[in-house]
Nanobody, 123 residues
Framework: VQLQASGGGLVQAGGSLRLSCAAS????????MGWFRQPPGKEREFVAA????????YYTDSVKGRFTISRDNTKNTVYLQMNSLKPEDTAVYYC?????????????????WGQGTQVTVSS
């Protein structure tokens, strides 16, 4: 699976962005998909994940109620809708795919990674 993230940019605090991650390959619908981010000078961290059928989602506490992960298996695409953005959301955002069966926040569980897209939130 090859992943291509897009949709990042510069936005003011309180604004919104929608990230997209397009996947190649016919088995996209069998993967758990996740979003991670890496703030400047910090480690990469989990943001959200969604099951292969989009019924189950999992978020890190800091984005609950503001971010929504979704997927369209007919388009081989996963999305991250980000609302009420804060300066601390500034990071490079990565999408990732996991062969597993449980939604987990652990980076090492994800098998494939996209190249990242920059999100900058100004105060």
């Amino acid at each position: 699976v090859q992943l291509q993230a897009s949709g990042g940019g510069l936005v003011q605090a309180g604004g919104s962005l929608r990230l997209s991650c397009a996947a190649s390959g016919r088995t996209f619908s069998s993967y758990i998909m996740g979003w991670f981010r890496q703030p400047p000078g910090k480690e990469r961290e989990f943001v959200a994940a969604i099951s292969w059928n989009p019924l189950n989602t999992y978020y890190t506490d800091s984005v609950k109620g503001r971010f929504t992960i979704s997927r369209d298996n007919t388009k081989n695409t996963v999305y991250l809708q980000m609302n009420s953005l804060k300066p601390e959301d500034t990071a490079v955002y990565y999408c990732a795919a996991d062969h597993g069966i449980r939604l987990v926040p652990d980076l090492e569980e994800y098998d494939y990674w996209g190249q990242g897209t920059q999100v900058t939130v100004s105060s």
